[in-house]
């Protein structure tokens, strides 16, 4: 079965950096556009980054465009979410996940990711 695990997840202060990591198995990854969601307490879960099979393609939420940056290692099977400027707002459990069908850009439009990793607190005090 298919199964995401995040990592990297912590407290840091306003300004600073993280880089999350997902790693995925029983897939075939490197066809697979990934993604990375975020949920804080109290609020509904929020697109925060796609990156399409290749890498070549990537696409941001509109509050973390230009300090967050996603990628991807095919031979790793493994996606990344470099965060830097980071901000309280940012405080969130981070979520990895990935669609059913596999070439589909168009699920990061339709937001169709079926399946979900277990999710890493991150937390950025002031």
């Known amino acids: 079965q298919v199964q995401l695990v995040e990592s990297g997840g912590g407290l840091v202060q306003a300004g600073g950096s993280l880089r999350l990591s997902c790693a995925a198995s029983?897939?075939?990854?490197?066809?697979?556009?990934m993604g990375w969601f975020r949920q804080a307490p109290g609020k509904e879960r929020e697109f925060v980054a796609a990156?399409?099979?290749?890498?070549?393609?990537?696409v941001y939420g509109d509050p973390v465009k230009g300090r967050f940056t996603i990628s991807r290692d095919n031979a790793k099977n493994t996606v990344y979410l470099q965060m830097d400027g980071m901000k309280p707002e940012d405080t969130a459990v981070y979520y990895c996940?990935?669609?059913?069908?596999?070439?589909?850009?168009?699920?990061?439009?339709?937001?169709?990711?079926?399946?979900w990793g277990q999710g890493t607190q991150v937390t950025v005090s002031s």
């Open positions: 996940a990935a669609p059913k069908r596999p070439l589909d850009w168009g699920v990061v439009i339709r937001r169709e990711f079926d399946y």
């Open positions: 990156i399409n099979w290749s890498g070549g393609t990537t």
């Open positions: 029983g897939l075939a990854f490197r066809i697979y556009t």
